[in-house]
């Protein structure tokens, strides 16, 4: 079984579109956490949830939105789509919010805005 | 600002050819340093976590080093297997009171059989 599963895998659309990244997480964990890897290789934060609630959101443009419906699921919806905004978005979780050690990624979705 | 750079950015060795992979960071209150494993199309692989200068950290071929300015990931006589790209990321209490982790662009290595 897959621990932490991301979907789409990849993601292909137009600037000015709206799209979702839906991940879900089986460990059973309390804190999920969105990443973006962007062309130069550098993993980011982007946004952290414990248990259903935001606690970390890094300076990330309001078009993106995430949304916790339960402890085991973490969305990303993006609005109005740049070029900029092609990257990796990696999902993961953890037992507790920002423990390293344990950290877990999906396997990631490739988001091109063309 | 915390900094974390990774060298050399990509690796490519013979079999069973050793080498380090450096991570050189400035951070003040290090909390921890962790070194990742991502092969391609998939996300970050924990390997090792290293807290304070001195500290040493083996799995395998993989030997971790810390010392108060930067971190090397031995691979002794590494596989093809091995190949992947290497992240470390960084852990230290921020401004904001936060301990946001910040990762380094990562060591591109290719082990040819």
């Known amino acids: 079984d897959t621990a932490v599963s991301q979907t789409p895998k990849y993601l292909v659309t137009q600037m000015g579109n709206d799209k979702s990244i839906k991940c879900e997480q089986n460990l059973g964990h309390d804190t999920m956490y969105w990443y973006k890897q962007d062309s130069k290789k550098f993993l980011k934060i982007m946004f952290s949830?414990?248990?259903?609630?935001?606690?970390i959101n890094e300076t990330v443009p309001n078009r993106f939105s995430p949304k916790s419906p339960d402890k085991a699921h973490l969305n990303l919806h993006i609005n109005s789509l740049e070029l900029g905004d092609s990257a990796v978005y990696f999902c993961?979780?953890?037992?507790?919010?920002?423990?390293?050690?344990?950290?877990?990624f999906g396997s990631g979705t490739q988001l091109s805005v063309l | 600002e915390d900094q974390v750079t990774q060298s050399p950015e990509a690796l490519r060795l013979q079999e069973g050819e050793s080498s380090s992979l450096n991570c050189s960071y400035t951070v003040s209150g290090l909390r921890g340093l962790f070194w990742y494993r991502q092969d391609p199309g998939k996300g970050p692989e924990f390997l090792f976590t290293l807290y304070s200068a001195g500290e040493e950290k083996e799995k395998e071929r993989l030997k971790a080093t810390l010392t108060k300015k930067e971190s090397f990931l031995h691979i002794t006589a590494p596989k093809p297997e091995d190949s992947a790209t290497y992240l470390c990321a960084v852990q230290a209490l921020s401004s904001g009171g936060s301990y946001i982790p910040t990762f380094g662009r990562g060591t591109s290595l290719i082990v040819h059989p």
């Open positions: 993961a979780s953890s037992v507790r919010d920002m423990d390293l050690k344990k950290l877990f």
């Open positions: 949830y414990n248990n259903k609630e935001l606690i």
